[in-house]
């Protein structure tokens, strides 16, 4: 599935020209997540982490936040179906991070 990267700084509108905030399901088959006309991933009732970006099947997500691709604990895009991942830290490529508590778990970090 094609990554929604080209959306990193973009206030998305609605048809309607306002400014989109809130969950939208496209087709049925995937939500996106918009907060103030931007990509953002948001929390359940239960404090999980939802991604702003996912496929009903679970085979595509990506986290944003304020508009940008970013993720501490795990790739910020996951695709399942093209087999690929990618770490992004503030909008920006990374190479693969070590979650920070799975390293303090490890005594990796001072």
């Known amino acids: 599935m094609k990554s929604f990267k080209s959306y990193q700084h973009r206030r998305i509108l609605t048809k309607e020209g306002q400014v989109a905030s809130g969950d939208y399901i496209i087709d049925g ?3 996106i997540r918009i907060k103030d006309g931007y990509l953002n991933d948001a929390e359940d009732a239960d404090g999980i982490l939802l991604p ?15 508009g940008i691709l970013h993720c501490e604990t795990e790739p910020a895009v996951i695709d399942l179906t093209d087999k690929y991942e990618e770490w992004w830290l503030n909008g920006r490529q990374v190479e693969r991070q070590v979650p920070k508590q799975t390293a303090e778990q490890n005594g990796s970090i001072a």
């Open 29 to 31: 088959e995937m939500t």
């Open 52 to 66: 702003a970006i996912a496929a009903a099947d679970g085979s595509h997500i990506e986290h944003w936040k304020n």
